[in-house]
């Protein structure tokens, strides 16, 4: 079974560009997520999709950030403009939503360096 | 924000010894889990403990869950050099029981050396 699968592995930009992040989740899994973890911490929550609806963006700085789940299979996550601070790694993950406790699977991840 | 506080912050042991690291938190939780992240990989869920268990075993992890205390540990037997890696405890706050939202901890960065 083929995992979780984002690209780019890696991206660096000067601050004030635009970028934009890809992920597409295990077949058949409902629910995404995007992390962001910086250096030295754990992942935080950014933006948790069921299907195609958005229901957990609370974290999501929405001045600059945005994502899609068109279809609620892939998922994109921009950044525009980018800033010196948004140097991390973006993981996305994907599990299925079965009303008890889900097991998330997630992928490499996008390392974003800003200069 | 992250709830969970693993502790300690790195170990490092040699091979074959045992390896314990704890994860604090503060509220109420349906369950919790534990992921490892190698060196440049994503994470890799490991386990998870509902909140009415107490302990559970997965091949060489054993991981306890106290409520009461907030806390539980993850015990890692007969390390192995591959286990060099980073450990996250992970609560889930899902009012539906289910994992909606997992907040990690900062990690316990584990070495064993050969």
């Known amino acids: 079974e083929a995992g979780v699968v984002q690209s780019p592995r890696y991206k660096i930009i000067e601050k004030k560009q635009p970028v934009a992040f890809w992920c597409n989740p295990i077949?058949?899994?409902?629910?995404l997520y995007w992390y962001l973890q910086n250096l030295g911490q754990g992942p935080e929550l950014l933006i948790r999709y069921e299907n195609e609806e958005a229901v957990d963006d609370s974290q999501l700085p929405k001045d600059r950030f945005s994502a899609e789940r068109l279809k609620g299979v892939d998922s994109t996550l921009k950044i525009q403009p980018a800033e010196l601070g948004d140097s991390a790694v973006y993981l996305c993950?994907?599990?299925?939503?079965?009303?008890?406790?889900?097991?998330?699977?997630f992928g490499p991840g996008t390392r974003l360096t800003v200069l | 924000s992250q709830q969970g506080e693993e502790d300690p912050q790195a170990l490092s042991i040699q091979e074959g010894e045992n390896a314990t690291m704890n994860c604090s938190y503060k509220t109420s939780i349906n369950n919790l889990q534990w992921y490892r992240q190698n060196s440049g990989r994503g994470l890799v869920h490991l386990i998870l403990?509902?909140?009415?268990?107490r302990e559970k075993h997965s091949g060489r992890l054993r991981v306890t869950l106290d409520t009461s205390k907030k806390s539980s540990s993850l015990l890692i037997t007969a390390s192995r050099a591959a286990d060099t890696a980073s450990y996250f405890c992970a609560t889930d706050e899902g009012g539906r029981g289910g994992s909606e939202k997992l907040v990690f901890g900062k990690g316990t960065k584990l070495t064993v050396n050969p």
């Open positions: 077949s058949g899994h409902n629910t």
């Open positions: 403990i509902r909140s009415n268990e």
């Open positions: 993950a994907s599990s299925v939503s079965s009303g008890g406790a889900d097991t998330q699977y």
